[in-house]
């Protein structure tokens, strides 16, 4: 995800709020764009600066089921890495960014043994995270096929 990518990059924590549904009006040189996406992602983000949360999606009502498992598995991934140390943030992040390394090359990089990987996964429930991650991207893509 976009939002995951940027939190592990920036220093600063943000509001995300993303909008799910039409362009009435694409992108031309004199008009701006308008539509349900951006109203919606507009009510996202508001809420997000009510309910103090980071990340919400906002969509129509007709899928409200779908939103609220996103927005529900959003929520406990929030709350696990809040309490996340630094070092389990730069390892996951990592992580993140290397799918495929194993332990031992996450261990080299971080000059630690695969041992110390496997325990700072573990301690910031990084399997978990993951699973709650790979449901998020399956949903959000069976969005984009209906």
């Known amino acids: 995800m976009i939002y995951v990518s940027l939190k592990s990059k920036l220093p600063v924590d943000f509001y995300c709020g993303v909008g799910i549904g039409d362009i009435e009006r694409p992108l031309e040189d004199e008009v701006g764009m ?3 996406v951006f109203y919606r992602a507009r009510s996202a983000l508001e809420l997000c600066k009510k309910s103090t949360r980071n990340l919400l999606i906002k969509s129509s009502d007709t899928t409200i089921q779908t939103y ?22 730069e390892v996951v992040n990592y992580v993140r960014l290397h799918p495929n390394y194993t332990y031992e090359q ?8 695969k041992q110390a990987v496997s325990q700072i996964l573990g301690a910031a429930d990084w399997a978990a995270i993951s699973e709650g991650e790979d449901l998020l991207n399956n949903l959000l893509g069976s969005l984009n096929s209906v």
């Open 106 to 113: 996450v261990g080299e990089h971080f000059t630690v043994s």
């Open 34 to 36: 308008r539509g349900t």
């Open 68 to 89: 609220e498992i996103l927005n529900t598995v959003l929520r406990f991934i929030e709350v696990l890495e809040n309490s996340w140390t630094e070092r389990q943030r």
